[in-house]
Structure formats: C-alpha cells, structure tokens
C-alpha cells in the first residue's frame, strides 16, 4: 500500500509560479512511478505528467511543455511539481497518483488533492 499526500497549492497571479509536493509512504513507496493529474471546474480530469521508477523517464501533456517539470527526492520519496509561467487554465484541484514503477492512465493510489488557483 501507498499513501499520497499532497501540499503547496495556493492562489496565484498569471505569470506566476507555484511548487506543490507529493509525499509518498507506505511498503512500496520507494519503488513507484508518480504522476500529476488536475480537475477543472466542469471538466474531467487529465494528466498533467509523470515520472517513472527507477529511470527517471518523464512525460507531460502538450499543455504544460516547457512550463511544467517533475522530480523527485528519492531519499525522502517526495516528487516535485514546478509549475511556471501559470495560466488561468491551469487552475483545478491537482492531484498526485502513483502505481509501481510507472504511474499509467488508472493510477492505483491517489492523494486527497490540492487547489490551484490562477487569477488573470
């Protein structure tokens, strides 16, 4: 089992930057791929990007290109999201899943979600 919290959401100003965290526990924790998935307001929610166990290998939606980068601090099983240059559609709750060693489209944990807010 895995569990996902996440933190650093907020309300921000377009143009802005945000970091929001994903702290990963459990037996497995060391050994999962990690994604980002958001809701919008009236919308389904999508894939934002992800990182894979162990190799690192990242991928993103063509939304969030050049804006948006993941990481991760393997010694305290915590990825990062960076978040720039922020526009009011990137606004939802963000949410952090993982599965073992790559996250998929039907991550089999989620975290409680955070809000992100982008005001123009």
């Known amino acids: 089992q895995v569990q996902l919290v996440e933190s650093g959401g907020g309300l921000v100003q377009a143009g802005g930057s945000l970091r929001l965290s994903c702290a990963a526990s459990?037996?497995?924790?060391?050994?999962?791929?990690v994604g980002w998935f958001r809701q919008a307001p009236g919308k389904e929610r999508e894939f934002v990007i992800a990182?894979?166990?162990?190799?690192?290998?990242?991928s993103y939606t063509n939304s969030v290109k050049g804006r948006f980068t993941i990481s991760r601090d393997s010694a305290k099983n915590i990825v990062y999201l960076q978040m720039n240059s922020l526009k009011a559609e990137d606004t939802g709750v963000y949410y952090c899943?993982?599965?073992?060693?790559?996250?998929?489209?039907?991550?089999?944990?989620w975290g409680q979600g955070t809000q992100v807010t982008v005001s123009s």
């Open positions: 990182i894979t166990w162990p190799g690192g290998t990242t």
């Open positions: 899943a993982a599965s073992l060693y790559s996250v998929g489209s039907s991550p089999d944990y």
């Open positions: 459990g037996s497995t924790a060391s050994r999962v791929g």
